[in-house]
């Protein structure tokens, strides 16, 4: 029986172009093991085995993963949300985050357990967000669990640096920590618009302070549809500031928590950055607040979470080039 | 075996599925008036000196290979039979669902990704439309993928590239032909729920069967005549015409070919590589 379906296979899949697939009838767990063997000695690749069938890619299949930049592989980079309320209700917040969110607090030493498994699971940088993660007094403590082990950004939008925060800001190290600062616009109408009255001015603030301090800072711009020839003007502003390229990010809204309108995401259209919150794991943080992107309940053990989220954005890629190769061209 | 009466039709392999395509064709084409062998060239360039060389009767051109040929015959080339799909080609511009992104006049000053530099449907043609609608190269960030050089955009890499520039976020928008996306909302992928049409060009004229003056017209008619009665009701046409991402053969529109044409003048593109 194996030499018949061997037969099959050899002429299926031979006549099938590389990084197409075929599909072969089998009849159970030999048969599969049969088509296994083979795939594996004639350096062609099972996709799926369904019931009654394999799906066998002509050729060695390719490690989506391993074509990204290294930078962004899934697992390179983890996100933590510390907190989800925030000084500020911007209208885009991709978290609903506000002065009366639910705060959702990682504890310090949650911080410190999660930061141990990142560093085992091969994580190479850290990004704390919220809410605003300055909101917690004791911010500081966390990151001085992470910064040993891990180069940390902290998203924030600088504008509580005052009273015992000024004191405990001004006592972090500077080593291996970043200040990610939200700054929408190059003057104060667009910024105030979606972020509160007078925000504007205390981010330029914020932002000085940061370089005063001599910590490094990263300038962040989030633009929606109304954003106009803002990201011309911010260039100015990132100029006068002595930022350079890795020092400016300018990102468009999602459609996420707050926002009403935006850029439409999901797991299938997003290489996924891990990101842990106190309710879990989920796809990135653009959309932790979106049940349909929420990978797991808990996000320990880390390792096996990081790999299931490889695993599903592997698999889905796949699937694309596969369907991508079977174009129909000119 | 070759005979002398055989009609030899040139094609380029732009894929694996190129060789049973031709030889479909080539065994629809066994017991007719109009026998037909078909070689396979590496690129359309190579295919186009072929045709002029006389290698072979009739070449099985893109867009661009046309225009390329009739400005080396002085016009005097023929388009002898098309796709009913290349009567009605168009370019796409994709973005991300909801990035506010309307029309062409949007895409000042954002990333715009655009495929290899002789694919009439990525590059060519998207990148005439822009400056038709105002904005010239340096009034956007050009984000180019010259994947598939030499195939003028046939095996749709280019346009996949783009696309995935715009999931990756390293463009906000992508140029594509309508083959590409078509294709991609007729398979269903999850990911192109959360792609949307910025902007979609008018039709025009895709690839051709160009014959240069000197093959004799009847026997072009007579080949012409027996390829125009494939028939999508007939399951083993159907499986080639599948293949080849059409369901009839039509007369070349050849007024199809202006804007091309003129898009080709205006960005000075050479008669060849």
């Known amino acids: 029986m194996s030499l018949d379906l061997t037969l099959r296979l050899i002429e299926s899949v031979n006549a099938t172009p590389a990084g197409s697939t075929a599909l072969i009838d089998v009849t159970g767990t030999h048969d599969v093991s049969v088509a296994q063997r083979w795939a594996e000695a004639t350096g062609n690749t099972i996709l799926t085995v369904h019931p009654g069938a394999v799906e066998i890619l002509r050729g060695r299949m390719t490690d989506p993963i391993a074509a990204l930049p290294p930078d962004r592989r899934p697992g390179y980079r983890l996100w933590l949300y510390t907190n989800f309320h925030c000084n500020l209700a911007c209208d885009y917040c991709c978290v609903s985050s506000s002065p009366r969110a639910v705060p959702r607090i990682v504890s310090s030493e949650d911080t410190a357990e999660l930061v141990r498994q990142a560093t085992a699971a091969g994580v190479e940088e850290l990004f704390i967000t919220g809410g605003e993660p300055f909101m917690l007094l004791d911010l500081d403590e966390r990151l001085r669990a992470a910064l040993p082990h891990l180069p940390t950004t902290v998203l924030t939008n600088a504008m509580v640096w005052q009273g015992e925060r000024r004191t405990r800001l001004e006592a972090l190290p500077r080593e291996g920590l970043t200040f990610q600062i939200s700054l929408d616009s190059a003057t104060a109408e667009l910024h105030d618009r979606h972020r509160g009255a007078g925000s504007f001015d205390r981010a330029i603030a914020g932002i000085r302070l940061a370089i005063e301090l001599g910590f490094r800072v990263r300038v962040a711009a989030t633009l929606g549809h109304d954003a106009g020839t803002a990201e011309i003007e911010l260039i100015e502003l990132f100029d006068s500031l002595d930022l350079d390229a890795e020092q400016r990010v300018v990102r468009r809204v999602a459609q996420q928590g707050a926002a009403n309108e935006g850029l439409t995401v999901s797991r299938a259209s997003l290489i996924p950055e891990v990101c842990a919150t106190a309710d879990g794991v989920w796809w990135h943080p653009v959309a932790a607040a979106d049940p349909a992107m929420q990978v797991s309940t808990s996000w320990s053990p880390l390792d096996e979470v990081i790999d299931a989220v490889r695993d599903e954005y592997r698999q889905h890629r796949i699937r694309g080039d596969v369907l991508a190769s079977s174009f129909p061209c000119a | ?273």
Not at chain 2, 19 to 34: K, L
Not at chain 2, 89 to 113: E, H, N, P
Not at chain 2, 140 to 161: A, C, E, Q, R
């Open chain 2, 1 to 273: 075996m070759a005979s002398e009466n055989e009609v030899l039709v040139g094609a380029v392999a732009y894929s694996a599925n190129v060789v049973p395509i031709w030889e479909g064709i080539r065994d629809y084409f066994r017991d007719s008036d109009a026998p037909m062998d078909f070689v396979l060239y590496s690129n359309y360039e190579r295919q186009v000196e072929g045709l002029l060389a006389g290698h072979i009767d009739v070449a099985w051109n893109t867009n661009v290979a046309w225009v390329r040929t009739q400005r080396r015959t002085n016009g005097e080339a023929r388009a002898l039979a098309s796709r009913d799909t290349d009567l009605t080609f168009k370019t796409y511009m994709i973005s991300r669902a909801g990035s506010g992104l309307d029309d062409l006049a949007s895409l000042k000053a954002r990333r715009v990704a655009l495929g290899s530099r002789d694919s009439g449907q990525a590059r060519i043609l998207p990148m005439f439309f822009l400056e038709r609608a105002g904005l010239s190269a340096d009034d956007m960030d050009l984000v180019i993928f010259d994947s598939d050089v030499g195939k003028h955009g046939d095996t749709g890499k280019s346009d996949l590239d783009a696309l995935r520039a715009v999931i990756e976020d390293t463009a906000d928008v992508a140029a594509v032909g309508s083959n590409t996306w078509e294709a991609l909302l007729a398979a269903g992928d999850d990911t192109v729920a959360d792609l949307a049409v910025t902007w979609v060009s008018e039709n025009y004229t895709h690839c051709n069967f160009t014959a240069l003056p000197s093959f004799p017209a009847e026997r072009a008619d007579v080949w012409v005549e027996h390829l125009m009665a494939m028939d999508w009701e007939n399951p083993e046409h159907r499986r080639i015409l599948e293949l080849e991402g059409l369901t009839a053969w039509k007369p070349t529109d050849l007024a199809g070919y202006e804007t091309l044409v003129e898009a080709m003048q205006a960005q000075g593109t050479a008669d060849h590589w």
